[in-house]
């Protein structure tokens, strides 16, 4: 079992930034990636940035690019994201995961999420 704890959400002015914590905690065996999605209101769940355990490219939606970046730290199996020049459309519930990109159907962890409201 994976514990996923987001952090970090909050109200910023569009054009602001604002950085995203990501911790996962118990058996982290078999996961080898993790990543960032995001929720609008009436909108379907999308990725915002994906970053492999080792090896590999991180991956963003292109909408983010240019504007997000995500990192990691593998001995503290926490991910950040940071996100500069925000915008309203922007504006979600944030959830962290973490998988296997081989076998997600087995080892999948989602956390609960956490809000970024962009506003002025």
């Known amino acids: 079992q994976v514990q996923v704890v987001e952090s970090g959400g909050g109200l910023v002015q569009p054009g602001g930034s604002l950085r995203l914590s990501c911790a996962a905690s118990?058996?982290?065996?078999?996961?080898?990636?993790m990543g960032w999605y995001r929720q609008a209101l009436g909108k379907q769940r999308e990725l915002v940035a994906s970053?492999?355990?080792?090896?590999?490219?991180?991956e963003y939606a292109d909408s983010m690019k240019g504007r997000f970046i995500i990192s990691r730290d593998n001995s503290k199996n926490t991910v950040d994201l940071q996100m500069n020049s925000l915008k309203p459309e922007d504006t979600a519930v944030y959830y962290c995961r973490a998988w296997n990109i081989y076998s997600e159907y087995a080892r999948d962890f989602w956390g609960r999420g956490t809000q970024v409201t962009v506003s002025s």
């Open positions: 970053i492999p355990e080792e090896g590999g490219s991180t």
């Open positions: 118990g058996s982290m065996i078999g996961i080898n990636v």
